[in-house]
């Protein structure tokens, strides 16, 4: 079983910038970060996949970055310019399988093991 434990997460003004990180109990082939706010889906946001390649939502393209320490195995993922939309509970993820074309790398099914989430707000 992987364990994952998002930290990170604060209340900050649109505009600004913030980076989470997810302990990892062991890597696996891909990596992902998604979000879920009140009354919506959950959404994928960032993955990577263990050969360096990353996908990125649309909406937070330019503006996030997801990364690995390997040494340690710490998933962040570094926000900025944070927009009002961006508010959601962020979780972290991972599966044992290639993370692949943008529709499998950010979708929640496809991934099994999951963290708790860490809350993000964003004030305008």
């Known amino acids: 079983q992987v364990q994952l434990l998002e930290s990170g997460g604060g209340s900050v003004q649109a505009g600004t910038s913030l980076r989470l990180s997810c302990a990892v109990s062991?890597?696996?082939?891909?990596m992902g970060w998604f979000r879920q706010a009140p009354g919506k889906e959950r959404e994928g946001v960032a993955a990577?996949?263990?050969?360096?390649?990353?996908t990125y939502a649309d909406s937070v393209k330019g503006r996030f970055t997801i990364s690995r320490d390997n040494d340690k195995n710490i998933l962040y993922l570094q926000m900025n310019s944070l927009k009002p939309e961006d508010a959601a509970m962020y979780y972290c993820?991972?599966?044992?399988?290639?993370?692949?074309?943008?529709?499998?790398?950010?979708?929640?099914?496809?991934?099994?093991?999951w963290g708790q989430g860490t809350q993000v707000t964003v004030s305008s």
């Open positions: 993820a991972a599966r044992r399988l290639r993370c692949g074309a943008v529709n499998w790398a950010l979708a929640p099914i496809f991934y099994g093991y």
């Open positions: 990577s996949d263990r050969d360096g390649s990353t």
């Open positions: 062991a890597f696996t082939d891909c």
